[in-house]
């Protein structure tokens, strides 16, 4: 591997050349981009208000590369790629722009790009994110070129969303699909952490210090990222495609934000986040779950009161605060109205 540290910016730009190709017609066009290895790690880190602390590094088999974000005037630009593009956001939210849509990435949702879809990422908010690329040979490779696998329960491994993708757009001629697949996480950021995080710090820590076989670890940890992705128990997956309807898929990421917030987020925080009108947004809430925003927003509030009831010796006027209510007896009310019972008699029930 080549660590290139002590090179001037232009020389590293040149470099960055040689590993993805830009192809592009003028400066204010979408460009193409065709990468030149099969398997890529980025990391971007992002920070509007602090342009000169964003920066972009590059992790190949042969190269790692680190340069600050001013430098890739191509950054915020439309783009199309050869290779499949997984996007992981470890933190901060993310806005990209995919086919004239605009979309939402909150810390620890993810997307594959399909090769050719139109897309970039819109510098208007703070975040820190991995960009995983693989070729479609890197995929042959991790299904043996077509020959059998040693063991029968190792095909199965290909039975899932993400390989179906993957084969559907693989060959040569594929049919061109403006597509993506969204995965929206079910987990706790601390769990993402343990879980998926992991994953990409082994993947690096195997890129920077290779050994015989690193090759099988890289695909091996690719398999364990792809499995956890499609576990129905850690990520919602969804097909996206130019025809999808944007309000399940806006319904979607207002599910998450109200999980991440114990549904107490306001109206207003909540169009800011999503850049939609408050109204809409509650109209999308009433037509999925027949529910207003507030009522659906209370389901998880209550659901994660009761869990710190069971799980925590937080006083019930603690997790009343916890949970935004400044007056306990609208939360015993509301409390009552989903369980049937008051607080403290919920605790005493959990407790035999």
Do not use: W
């Given at each position: 591997?080549?660590v ?39 990391l ?68 594959l ?10 510098l ?64 706790t950021?601390k ?6 995080h ?35 128990r ?82 019930v ?36």
């Open positions: 591997m080549t290139i540290s002590d090179l001037s910016v232009v020389q590293k730009i040149k470099v960055l050349e040689e590993v993805i190709s830009f192809h592009e017609v003028d400066e204010s066009a979408p460009f193409y981009q065709e990468m030149n290895t099969p398997f890529t790690i980025s971007s880190a992002f920070h509007p208000d602090s342009i000169t602390d964003s920066a972009f590094s590059i992790f190949t088999p042969d190269v790692q590369l680190n340069l600050p974000a001013l430098a890739l005037q191509r950054h915020d630009r439309m783009h199309r790629h050869n290779c499949f593009e997984f996007t992981y956001i470890l933190s901060g939210n993310m806005y990209q722009i995919v086919e004239g849509k605009r979309y939402l990435y909150t810390s620890g949702s993810c997307c790009m399909n090769r050719n879809t139109l897309h970039t990422e819109e208007s908010s703070d975040y820190t994110c991995i960009f995983f690329s693989v070729s479609s040979e890197f995929i042959e490779r991790l299904t043996n070129y077509g020959n059998d696998m040693l063991f029968p329960m190792e095909q199965k491994r290909f039975d899932n969303l993400i390989f179906h993708f993957l084969e559907q757009n693989m060959e040569a001629d594929h049919p061109d699909c403006k597509d993506f697949l969204d995965f929206i996480p079910r987990i950021e769990e993402q952490k343990i879980i998926v992991d994953i990409f710090e082994k993947m690096l820590s195997t890129i920077l210090n290779p050994y015989y076989g690193a090759t099988y670890r890289l695909q091996d940890l690719f398999f364990q990222l792809i499995d956890i992705l499609c576990d129905s850690y990520y919602h997956a969804e097909h996206v495609t130019a025809k999808s309807n944007m309000e399940s898929l806006l319904f979607s990421r207002i599910d998450q934000i109200l999980d991440e917030h114990h549904g107490r987020i306001s109206n207003k925080e909540l169009s800011q986040l999503l850049n939609y009108n408050g109204t809409y947004l509650g109209k999308i809430v009433k037509k999925c779950t027949g529910q207003s925003l507030f009522d659906y927003s209370m389901n998880f509030t209550m659901k994660h009161a009761a869990h710190l009831l069971k799980s925590t010796k937080k006083s006027s603690e997790i009343a605060s916890e949970l935004k209510f400044n007056n306990r007896t609208h939360f015993y009310q509301i409390f009552e109205k989903y369980y049937q019972t008051t607080p403290r008699e919920y605790r005493a029930q959990q407790a035999k």
